[in-house]
């Protein structure tokens, strides 16, 4: 699944956007970032965020008008986002926004937490579902709604032998211990204080506006940490305080700030050492908070966010937490920047499929909840142009004639795992079209599968594959395809396109309100398939469309649509590939799930085989044995008793009848064993 998790943190300078791909579930959870992108928020967006911080200035209609204007900033990044990792909206599966906090109470009788950035806004540009508002569920639950990312930083950096703090340095920072496996631990995490905040507010203070931060620390590098108002920084309650915990704005923002700048000016202390004490007061708190609240200190710190990129902070944090090992996250595979990011784009992926992602050791919930309000994308017409994927150029493979061969197939491999995701969305039609057709069936009607090329190949396949599987008459499932059956081996070039044939098929076939026809076509253009399930539909037929562009011309005729939309190929048009694949898919699905209604198995067995060879006879007695649970020596010779007949022999065992009344009640049922074991004779 192809996930963008979007953040824009207490920093609020831009967003941070990361596209993944997500397989799997933990602990084995496969994943891969196939782009990040920051996008810096606009200076009138950013000044609206500011102002709305401020409880003074941040009144009910701005919060209002801000909350859509984040929504708007957001949808921009993810399609900004998604078009730089060279994907189409389309090819995203699902959005994971945590918007931007606005105020966060954590503890007491008025906890609550707010972020922004309007769902139903992302949801309706990108034409994607979003998953938000992470936070709420987990206060809900008694915790603090944060730090989040614990969870994923379990999943993703847990190491066999180190102790790992995992240590992001946002606006706020915060850190999640992970300890070693043998440890009998859990991961637990807890913000430490302030990141960036303080050293940003100063930042921009002491050049008059001109800086938004202490750009690569170069300021507190000419400065001297001033010992005494760091001892006193020290002494600020929160930093003393037993985890669970979480702070932000509320605590070390503007006033904070304030405060700080007050008391240096009183101590005379220039814009230099000003910038070097708060980055102190930042490198000294976190180390702080190892050495008084991790059950052990770390051999490794893993630095993530815009903090890792500040050189003089991270000295002076490496020294305090000497002599555990410091990295930055990128050095393990994961850019430092693009961390949280990625955190909700895995949180968003851990509730669509209804894991809850919150880690009560963290926040302090009274259990794991599933995070997040969904919100769901529109209806796919209004955002899929007709016929843009199958025959769409994929970016991902452009080098595919330069790399190795390994590199080769491990493309074709990727793009391959995304046919059994894009069905996914189809099965209720794909349930419709089983029961439609099983339903016919049972009154006398046939399956027919109506395609050209590719398409038509694969109809043929499966159609001639149901009478040694199931037993079933030659002419209950039919295939048609454009050209004759000469088209199976060879091209028929032309044959497609001739819409007056495919209506000739069906009227020779004498269709009727019975009958099932599929019409299959990746393009979802094809006229032969066209004319076919036209006539079908006069003719009264249930007609179902098989296509991988939506909307199609196809589905014009047909009564219910399926449409694996599996995106576009490794080799461009070459529809054969992922195309053909989710059309085997699904015919597999059809015939074999049909056959299923119709009784045409016993549990998972195919009791309909019929014993023509030696090697089916073998598979007759097995599945006689595995159905009744005797020995294959017993089961041939109950076969040979029921004149080789899996059902009959089968009913006539587990009734406890004779072979002719379990053969007669088997008639009176249409061949269904279920139905024959709990119908009385008559
Ligand atoms: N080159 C740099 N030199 C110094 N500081 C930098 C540099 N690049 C980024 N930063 C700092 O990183 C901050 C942004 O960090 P980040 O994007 O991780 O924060 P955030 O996600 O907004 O915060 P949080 O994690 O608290 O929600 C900037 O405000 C700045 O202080
Ligand atoms: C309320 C809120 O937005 N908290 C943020 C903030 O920024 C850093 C720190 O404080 C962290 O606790 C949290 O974000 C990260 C992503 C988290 O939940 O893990």
Redesign the pocket.
């Known amino acids: 699944m192809i996930v963008i998790g979007l953040?824009?943190?207490?920093?609020?300078?831009?967003i941070?956007a990361a596209v993944v791909e997500l397989l799997g579930a933990p602990p084995r959870l496969e994943w891969h970032v196939l782009g990040y992108s920051?996008f810096a928020h606009a200076p009138e967006l950013r000044e609206e965020i500011f102002a709305c911080f401020r409880p003074e200035t941040g009144s009910v209609d701005r919060l209002c008008s801000l909350n859509f204007a984040l929504g708007e900033a957001f949808a921009s990044a993810a399609i900004e986002a998604a078009q730089q990792a060279g994907l189409s909206m389309q090819q995203v599966d699902l959005i994971g926004s945590h918007g931007q906090?606005l105020w966060h109470i954590p503890t007491g009788k008025q906890a609550s937490t707010l972020q922004l950035g309007e769902p139903a806004v992302i949801a309706e540009r990108t034409g994607r579902p979003v998953v938000s508002n992470f936070r709420t569920r987990d206060m809900a639950a008694g915790g603090q709604g944060a730090p989040l990312v614990a969870y994923v930083d379990r999943i993703l950096l847990t190491h066999p032998e180190n102790r790992r703090a995992v240590q992001?340095?946002?606006?706020?920072?915060?850190v999640t211990y992970l300890p070693k496996p043998g440890d009998g631990q859990s991961a637990f995490a807890f913000d430490t204080g302030p990141?960036?905040?303080l050293?940003?507010a100063l930042?921009a203070r002491v050049s008059g506006g001109r800086l938004?931060?202490?750009?690569?620390?170069?300021l507190a590098a000419s400065g001297k940490v001033h010992a005494g108002l760091l001892a006193e920084l020290m002494e600020t309650a929160y930093l003393h305080q037993a985890p669970p915990k979480t702070t932000?704005r509320e605590l070390f923002g503007h006033t904070f700030a304030d405060i700080v700048w007050t008391r240096a000016e009183a101590l005379g202390l220039s814009a230099e050492d000003r910038l070097a004490t708060v980055t102190a007061f930042t490198a000294e708190s976190i180390a702080r908070a190892y050495a008084d609240f991790l059950p052990a200190q770390p051999d490794e710190v893993i630095l993530?966010?815009?903090?890792?990129?500040?050189?003089?902070?991270v000295s002076m944090l490496a020294r305090r937490v000497a002599p555990a090992r410091v990295l930055t996250s990128d050095e393990l595979g994961l850019q430092?920047?693009a961390?949280?990011a990625v955190a909700f784009a895995v949180l968003a992926y851990e509730s669509w499929h209804n894991r809850p992602g919150n880690l009560p050791e963290a926040t302090g919930a009274r259990q794991s909840v599933i995070l997040g309000n969904f919100t769901p994308a529109p209806p796919r017409q209004s955002t899929i142009k007709p016929g843009s994927y199958t025959e769409a150029r994929n970016s991902y493979t452009e080098k595919i004639d330069q790399v190795s061969t390994l590199e080769m197939v491990q493309m074709i491999n990727r793009e391959d795992i995304k046919v059994a995701e894009a069905v996914r969305p189809e099965l209720p039609a794909i349930a419709l079209a089983i029961d439609g057709i099983a339903a016919r069936m049972q009154s006398g009607g046939r399956l027919i599968y109506i395609g050209a090329g590719t398409s038509g190949r694969l109809g043929i396949l499966d159609a001639s594959e149901c009478p040694p599987t199931f037993s079933t008459p030659p002419e209950l499932v039919i295939a048609r395809i454009a050209g004759g059956k000469r088209a199976i081996t060879n091209a028929v070039e032309g044959a497609e396109d001739d819409l007056e044939a495919g209506r000739r098929e069906i009227e020779a076939l004498e269709v009727n309100e019975k009958d099932s026809v599929v019409g299959i076509a990746a393009s979802g253009h094809t006229p032969y398939v066209l004319g076919g399930m036209q006539e079908a539909r006069h003719r009264g037929a249930l007609v179902i469309s098989l296509a991988c562009n939506h909307p199609a011309p196809i589905e014009e005729h047909a009564e219910i649509v399926i449409a694996p939309l599996v995106g576009p190929e490794v080799v461009t048009g070459s529809t054969r590939l992922k195309a053909g694949t989710a059309q085997k898919l699904v015919l597999n699905m059809l015939s074999t799930g049909t056959m299923i209604r119709l009784g045409k198995t016993y549990s998972n067995l195919m009791v309909d085989v019929q014993m023509t060879n030696l090697k089916l006879r073998a598979r007759g007695a097995r599945i006689v044995a595995q159905a009744c649970g005797i020995s294959d020596a017993e089961a041939r010779r109950l076969l040979e008793k029921c004149d080789n007949e899996v059902k009959t022999a089968i009913v006539s065992y587990l009734a406890d009848i004779p072979a002719a009344r379990a053969r007669s009640r088997l008639t009176a049922v249409h061949g269904v064993i279920r139905k024959a074991l709990s119908v009385k004779d008559l």
Do not use: F, Q, R
Not at 7 to 14: C, E, K, N, P, R
Not at 168 to 174: L, M, T, Y
Not at 304 to 313: E, K, R, V
């Open positions: 953040m824009s943190g207490t920093s609020a300078d831009g941070d920051h906090t992001n340095i946002g606006g706020i920072a915060n990141g960036n905040m050293i940003d930042a938004a931060c202490d750009v690569d620390g170069k932000g993530s966010g815009g903090g890792a990129l500040n050189p003089t902070l430092a920047e961390k949280e």
